[in-house]
Nanobody, 118 residues
């Protein structure tokens, strides 16, 4: 059974750091493009970071503050967020995507809330 489970969200002060975790089961993260998205109230979901195929891409708003490390042995992906500001407040979602031989596998977690506030 495929599962994508995020954890690590919470309340953090401006300028602080937070590490989100994404635990995958039922598939192998090293074979997928693993991404983090976020959605703030009243806004569309936006890409935060993607890692796959030997490359990493970040949203323009990241500006060097976030990284998306993987641990293939644990089948997990993380989002390390530094220098957080209130505009980073959102629900953060983990996504796994693979397109192979015309078949698309697209898995989402339930999301984890990140609130940046003093």
């Amino acid at each position: 059974q495929v599962q994508v489970v995020e954890s690590g969200g919470g309340l953090v002060q401006p300028g602080g750091s937070l590490r989100l975790s994404c635990a995958a089961s039922g598939f192998t993260v090293s074979l997928y493009a693993m991404s983090w998205y976020r959605q703030a109230p009243g806004k569309e979901r936006e890409l935060v970071a993607t890692s796959g195929g030997g490359s990493t891409t970040y949203g323009t708003f990241v500006k060097g503050r976030f990284t998306i490390p993987k641990n293939n042995a644990k089948n997990m992906v993380y989002l390390q967020m530094n220098s957080l500001n209130p505009e980073d407040t959102a629900v953060y979602y983990c996504n796994a995507l693979r397109r192979r031989n015309g078949v698309v596998n697209d898995y989402w977690g339930q999301g984890t809330q990140v609130t940046v506030s003093s």
